[in-house]
């Protein structure tokens, strides 16, 4: 059977024989089912196969921890080893949700331990997540194997001592972009000097310095270390003797790459990353200049993913650098390079299918920020172009035409042209015939995120139009409730919909009532709803949880940030004091 | 259902040209004047609890409340936008700018002198310090602070432009806020800057 979970049974021929099937018969079968949507549609069949389903379900994914307790996910399925669990609501990110908001994981890890899961991988996203639960989450699980935190909070490096010093079969730790207390960089070694399981350690995130010496025993004695990636302390000489140990590395994050070296160890570091063949993803390069590059580019042949979202490089550096990496599928980019750098993009880059261009300085109108018309180069280049995230100073309703009618097959598409409500410089008009090209011509888009100058005509189009999408984000659109409306009433496939900043109130809200039940969840923030509104939904819903935060001396009726999402725990129990629960 | 009118391309805002004395945030529209009531609040909370945090805000959250030429709001006034975690807008804070780093260079005018100096408020520790470098700089006197009277019994009065864009009199916040906060120096006759002086 696929493991991708293609052969799912056919429900209606099987289920006739669904009750003479020997269970452990079944349990075997579905043991080679990873897909979580198939699981879901097996375990819908019959109350045999649901058991059968839930007893071999080792794997858990839960993209709100708010739509269900851990004693029901323990409950429900005794035997998960791993656990993937979603926090706060996306726009967290962007400062939009008060500090102690929740999403702890500590009563997760306290109802795990207590049924004695035998949890093996946690991956959290936007979760707090506190030393002492670290520590916890150490000391309970001994075969505990993966921890990924990515965008979480709320832990320090005392945390991760904890986990280096008692996880004794760690074979990942993925410390990603999180806002960690960072005291200090002796965790690293508190991992003990005969461990050497580990086959995953991100710690680029981390400020502070780690004993170079631990690293490097660390990292060869680790065989298996298939992805490294190192903080900013790690010098090019220091990242040249890690290489040397691990030459079979897959995924490498490079620490500060500047160096005044000599040529003597110039030549070095160039025959160590020749030695890695089977690099496939190269990111950090932090600080590079165009001759610091050239040590990697024999490492470059077989790259398929190179993150230089962190590098200030310009255009010429970066074509010098792209035109050594011919299988590249994934390139991630600072506006730096300009619009002269995308056209290079274009030009050595026809396998790319994943480009995001991110912007330098948030604070400064520079001049050499990226414009429509290098994303248009690109698309001339890159025709298998799937998924793209765009920050930009200015756009144009055209080169957007002109860019999905050369890249038809965008499933992800994020465009931020980064002055809101601004119109298409050129026509002076909305950008609404530039998303109204998107979900017309992109038949399998399953993201969007707008921006610019927009009216309701835009999410007439998106409601009409964008029948896989299942993800769509808008900021300081709209005239009016029509379009919040139209989306509602469209869009058969959405799941999540998060909005800031529009016109629109309480009829918008309220039209979607039906529509709630099959979101994941819907943000509003400093639109026109007000509480009433709210009050209005939770009594047409009781089962949705409709969440309003209140900030202090903001008007009374207005609900300023309302998060709405279904759920079987019914109201959180653990809200702080700003969140009500209506 | 009836369409409501769309913004044309023209004239979109004329309500937010009003100049209002209401509050901020009682007529949708208005959303940068709301967004930024908020932004003042917001920093304050996240002041006290995230010091990253509060660094990324600073610099976006000092909003104006009815700011009469009614622009939509621009990136550097709202909170939360352009949408960029923390995390990478504080990976280029301290290269870029270097707030609060070394060598912050402001550019120093004096009214009526042909061409603009420049001094490193980082080499001063204090008011009288930075006093004494532009009085010896430009060959002129400056003569006392008091919080009441300003510079009142000199002929020149320094005022600095902040980084919400007003001109205040140097000496009135504590040195740090100031040498944080100041984007500019101009020294003024002190006849023109009496009207400060008296507030």
Redesign the interface.
């Known amino acids: 059977m696929d493991p991708k979970g293609k052969g799912s049974p056919d429900a209606s021929g099987l289920a006739r024989v669904g009750s003479t099937f020997p269970d452990e018969v079944m349990q075997i079968v579905l043991a080679l089912l990873n897909s979580h949507r198939d699981r879901s549609s097996v375990s819908l069949v019959c109350k045999n196969w649901y058991d059968a389903e839930r007893f071999s379900r080792t794997h858990v994914f839960i993209g709100n921890c708010y739509s269900v307790s851990p004693e029901i996910v323990t409950r429900r399925f005794p035997n998960i080893r791993k656990v993937t669990l979603k926090g706060k609501p996306r726009f967290a990110d962007f400062n939009l949700v008060p500090p102690n908001w929740g999403a702890d994981i500590r009563s997760w890890l306290l109802v795990f331990a207590a049924r004695n899961l035998c949890l093996e991988e946690l991956r959290l996203k936007r979760m707090t997540v506190s030393d002492e639960s670290l520590k916890f989450l150490s000391l309970s699980f001994p075969n505990f194997k993966a921890l990924s935190l990515l965008h979480c909070d709320g832990f320090s490096t005392d945390g991760l001592a904890a986990i280096a010093t008692h996880c004794m079969n760690l074979a990942e730790l993925d410390i990603q972009e999180n806002d960690i207390n960072d005291k200090s960089g002796s965790w690293l070694s508190c991992f003990p000097e005969n461990f050497s399981s580990l086959e995953v350690l991100n710690f680029a995130n981390l400020r502070n310095e780690v004993n170079f010496e631990a690293l490097d025993r660390l990292v060869s004695r680790c065989k298996s270390l298939k992805v490294l990636k190192v903080n900013k302390n790690i010098s090019a000489e220091q990242l040249k003797r890690l290489l040397v140990h691990a030459p079979q590395l897959t995924e490498l994050g490079t620490g500060t790459f500047l160096q005044d070296l000599t040529s003597c160890q110039y030549s070095e570091l160039e025959s160590a990353f020749n030695k890695c063949k089977n690099l496939k993803t190269l990111s950090g390069l932090s600080e590079v200049t165009a001759l610091h590059l050239t040590p990697l580019y024999p490492a470059c042949t077989n790259l398929i993913f190179l993150n230089l979202s962190y590098s200030a490089l310009k255009d010429v550096q970066l074509a010098k650098l792209l035109v050594r990496c011919p299988c590249l599928r994934r390139l991630w980019v600072l506006e730096t390079v300009g619009d002269k750098g995308l056209e290079a993009v274009g030009s050595n880059c026809p396998m790319l299918e994943d480009l995001r261009v991110f912007p330098a300085d948030t604070f400064e109108d520079i001049a050499h920020g990226v414009t429509e018309s290098g994303f248009v180069s690109v698309s001339y280049g890159c025709p298998r172009l799937r998924y793209v995230l765009y920050f930009c100073q200015q756009m144009t309703n055209a080169a957007v035409a002109t860019i999905v009618h050369n890249c038809p097959n965008f499933t992800h598409f994020r465009l931020c042209i980064m002055n809101p409500c601004q119109p298409d410089y050129q026509t002076n008009e909305p950008m609404d015939k530039a998303f109204c090209a998107v979900v017309k011509t992109c038949a399998k888009l399953q993201r969007l995120a707008v921006s610019g100058l927009l009216t309701d005509v835009t999410f007439e189009s998106i409601g009409r139009y964008a029948k896989s999408l299942k993800t769509l984000s808008v900021a300081f659109a709209g005239s009016s409730d029509w379009g919040m409306q139209c989306v509602l009433g469209g869009c058969p496939k959405l799941r999540k919909l998060e909005i800031r900043d529009c016109p629109f109130g309480n009829a918008a809200l309220l039209s979607g009532f039906k529509k709630y039940d099959s979101l994941r969840s819907l943000w509003m923030s400093d639109c026109k709803v007000t509480m009433n509104g709210c009050r209005l939904l939770a009594k047409e819903r009781p089962w949705l949880n409709v969440e309003v935060m209140k900030e202090e001396g903001s008007n009374e009726s207005r609900a300023n940030k309302v998060y709405v999402y279904r759920s079987v725990a019914g109201p959180r129990r653990d809200a702080p004091p700003f969140v009500l629960t209506l | 259902?009836e369409?409501?009118?769309?913004?044309g391309?023209?004239d979109?805002h004329l309500e937010a040209t009003e100049l209002r004395l209401g509050?901020p945030?009682?007529d949708?529209?208005e959303?940068q004047s709301?967004?930024s009531v908020?932004n003042n609040?917001?920093t304050s909370?996240?002041a006290m609890?995230?010091e990253?945090?509060s660094k990324?805000?600073s610099?976006?959250s000092d909003g104006r409340n009815g700011n009469p030429d009614g622009d939509?709001?621009?990136?550097?006034q709202?909170?939360?936008?352009?949408?960029?975690?923390?995390?990478?807008?504080n990976?280029?804070q301290p290269k870029?700018?270097e707030i609060d780093g070394a060598g912050m260079y402001v550019k120093v005018s004096l009214d009526g002198a042909p061409y603009l100096r420049k001094v490193d408020l980082k080499v001063y520790k204090s008011y009288p310090d930075l006093l004494k470098a532009l009085e010896s700089m430009f060959k002129l006197t400056i003569g006392q602070y008091s919080e009441r009277e300003g510079y009142n019994g000199s002929e020149y009065a320094p005022t600095y432009e902040d980084k919400d864009g007003d001109w205040m009199l140097v000496g009135d916040v504590p040195w740090d806020m100031f040498i944080s906060s100041c984007k500019r120096l101009r020294i003024m006759k002190a006849s023109e800057a009496r009207g400060l002086g008296c507030l």
Not at chain 2, 3 to 7: F, H
Not at chain 2, 72 to 76: G, L, N, R, V
Not at chain 2, 78 to 89: A, E, K, N
């Open positions: 259902m369409k409501p009118v769309n913004y391309g023209g979109l509050l945030g009682s949708g529209h959303k709301s967004a908020k609040k917001r909370t996240e609890t995230e990253s945090r990324s805000n610099n976006v939509p709001p621009t990136k550097a709202v909170v939360g936008w352009p949408p960029i975690r923390s995390y990478r807008r990976s280029f870029k700018t």
